[in-house]
């Protein structure tokens, strides 16, 4: 039997396969730990980082709660969002990284569209 490691895997390559970003409608990419949250815009042509945010932030550690909750996910999500604006990027194809589309991933989702970013 597949360990959850192997299955998630196998969810994000399948994913991976499809989506791709280019210069013009760079991915976002989100990555969530038992402790934090993470999110970058990534332009896969030149394979680099455009944008970042995340919960290791100056704004979030004073804060000793569990940061991969919802609350901290919206944050995040508008935070990639203004970042992203602020360089010209307005559409992004979402990558979720393997995870499901609910809960943080579905907050930091709908943050980063109410600021702005198009999916």
Excluded: C, W
């Excluded at 100056?58 to 969002?81: C, P, T, W, Y």
């Amino acid at each position: 039997m597949r360990d959850k490691k192997e299955l998630k895997e196998r969810r994000r390559n399948r994913i991976r396969k499809k989506v791709f970003g280019t210069s013009e409608r760079p991915r976002l990419s989100v990555f969530r730990s038992l402790n934090h949250i993470y999110a970058q815009v990534i332009d896969d042509t030149q394979g680099k980082t455009i944008v970042s945010a995340s919960t290791l932030e100056k704004e979030f550690r004073d804060i000793r709660l569990n940061k991969s909750n919802i609350e901290f996910a919206k944050k995040v999500g508008a935070l990639i969002a203004e970042r992203a604006i602020s360089l010209g990027i307005t559409k992004v194809v979402f990558d979720r990284g393997g995870y499901r589309y609910h809960g943080s991933i579905k907050a930091l989702a709908d943050a980063a569209r109410e600021k702005g970013l198009q999916f």
